[in-house]
């Protein structure tokens, strides 16, 4: 089976000007081979894309694949994630994880809460920031978490996103909205253990892979998984392992995490982001339905170690899930 790669490359956009932040989720040269290594493992024949430009190039050239591995985060705009899916439904070509749908959907992550809370699943209350005209909406009280509505790896999440008073909340939203030139997202600050949780397969037939804490060191950032935290991980955070057959806050996460990914639809791998509150009760924060696949540092193939899934047998599980489909 002949398997196209569509990724986005760090080093070309960094060579187009864009800056560290800007570029902070588009994949690494070592993430590409390590994805190509394993399809090749597994038996399956490559070949790279690219982006979606060179999709576009490779289809008007009559190139077919029997199933593209998806990874393209997308350049601009608001369903940017969901462009290359898009594309290859538009030539009739199956590919790995999510649909447009899905993808454009979970990019924003008020729309998203709107969809798993309708679905009863646990998510806290929130408030979509433009102006702040919206804040008279706002539903609960001080302290508050405020992030992007849109974004990931941590931007724009740090210890100025903690708000103690609705007094300051005009404040860091309005800076949040110039800077991102999108709405902000206010939550109540969740002060709670917090989880990522893997998941592979689709639907029914979607489990868990395993799940790990995030636990932050005395020297991190305090009360947050921020950008900064996340990029100095090395020596500032402690992914260990979960137990939910002995830890039921961990069991709990990770029920909500399968709720969550099966409500909303999201197809062959990825993860989902927990917080809980004060009380440990474990709430949805956001999904990832197209998660790092860095074979060293991104949290679903670290996960999946612990859980002593290798790198391989992680794609094979979402290239099983995903080939379903193809029948
Ligand atoms: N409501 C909240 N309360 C407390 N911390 C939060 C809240 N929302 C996000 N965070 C913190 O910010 C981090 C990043 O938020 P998340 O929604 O997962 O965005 P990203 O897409 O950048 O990973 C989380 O891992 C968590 O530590
Ligand atoms: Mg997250």
């Known amino acids: 089976m002949r398997v196209g790669l ?21 994949d690494k040269e070592e993430t590409i081979a390590g994805i190509e290594a394993a399809l090749r493992e597994l038996g399956y024949a ?12 490779r289809l008007e050239a009559g190139d077919r694949w029997d199933v593209v591995f998806n990874i393209c985060e997308g350049l601009q705009g608001v369903a940017r994630e969901a462009q290359v899916p898009a594309i290859l ?3 009739g070509v ?7 749908l899905v993808l454009a959907l979970t990019l924003h992550k008020g729309m998203t809460k709107r969809v798993v809370r309708d679905a009863g699943v646990p998510t806290s209350d929130f408030c979509v920031y433009e102006t702040s005209e919206d804040l008279e909406g706002l539903r609960f009280g001080a302290p508050f978490f405020v992030k992007p509505v849109a ?22 939203c309005d800076d949040l909205v110039a800077r991102f030139r999108q709405p902000a997202l206010i939550e109540p600050y969740l002060g709670g253990r917090e989880f990522t949780v893997g998941i ?6 979607a489990k ?14 305090k009360g947050v998984y921020s950008y900064e935290n996340k990029g100095n991980y090395e020596d500032r955070v402690e992914y260990p392992a979960t137990d939910p057959a002995n830890d039921p806050v961990a069991a709990a996460a990770e029920r909500v995490s399968l709720d969550a990914w099966r409500a909303l639809g999201c197809r062959d791998g990825g993860r989902v982001d927990i917080r809980c509150d004060a009380a440990q009760n474990p709430m949805f924060l956001e999904v990832n339905p197209l998660a790092g696949l860095n074979p060293k540092d991104s949290d679903l193939p670290i996960l999946a170690r612990m859980a002593n899934v290798s790198y391989t047998e992680l794609i094979g599980r979402i290239m099983d899930s995903a080939t379903a489909r193809l029948k």
Do not use: W
């Open 46 to 57: 490559t070949d790279r894309i690219g982006h979606a430009k060179a999709l576009v190039r």
């Open 208 to 221: 868990i892979v395993g799940s790990m804490e995030i636990v932050l060191l005395s020297n991190a950032e």
């Open 151 to 172: 974004e990931g790896t941590g931007k724009g999440c740090s210890s100025k996103s903690i708000v103690r008073d609705r007094a300051a909340l005009t404040g860091v």
């Open 89 to 91: 439904d538009l030539y």
């Open 94 to 100: 199956p590919y790995v994880f999510s649909d447009p």
């Open 6 to 26: 569509t990724y986005d490359l760090r080093s070309d956009y960094l060579a187009m000007g864009m800056s560290m932040e800007e570029t902070a989720e588009f």
């Open 200 to 205: 592979t397969g689709t639907g029914r037939q």
